[in-house]
């Protein structure tokens, strides 16, 4: 349970915000749902279906961003600044 607990910390701000998209996203399934079949049982199953699966899909998605930007700042860290133009003429 420990390493749960330490996932959880690590990642505490974008699993929130995984949360607040989700229950977001149920709402806006949930009346689309609605809109299109016109049976609330339907409806309901629907919209808890498809966005649990998005949200699992969003928390991969915003790791993989965080993990590309870090890795964006890194390389620029490591840039020889002698990489660039040279200039000519002096």
Request: glycine share 6%; aromatic share 8%.
């Given at each position: 349970?420990?390493?749960?607990?330490?996932?959880?910390?690590?990642?505490?701000?974008?699993?929130?915000?995984?949360?607040?998209?989700?229950?977001?996203?149920?709402?806006?399934?949930?009346?689309?749902?609605?809109?299109?079949?016109?049976?609330?049982?339907?409806?309901?199953?629907?919209?808890?279906?498809?966005?649990?699966?998005?949200?699992?899909?969003?928390?991969?998605?915003?790791?993989?961003?965080?993990?590309?930007?870090?890795?964006?700042?890194?390389?620029?860290?490591?840039?020889?600044?002698?990489?660039g133009p040279?200039?000519?003429?002096?």
């Amino acid at each position: 349970m420990s390493l749960i607990r330490r996932v959880a910390r690590q990642n505490q701000t974008m699993l929130m915000k995984t949360g607040s998209y989700y229950l977001i996203h149920i709402c806006v399934a949930a009346l689309v749902a609605y809109a299109v079949t016109g049976n609330l049982w339907a409806s309901l199953t629907l919209s808890l279906l498809e966005p649990t699966v998005q949200a699992v899909a969003f928390f991969f998605h915003e790791k993989a961003w965080d993990r590309a930007g870090r890795r964006a700042v890194r390389q620029n860290a490591t840039a020889s600044p002698s990489s660039g133009p040279a200039i000519q003429g002096a």
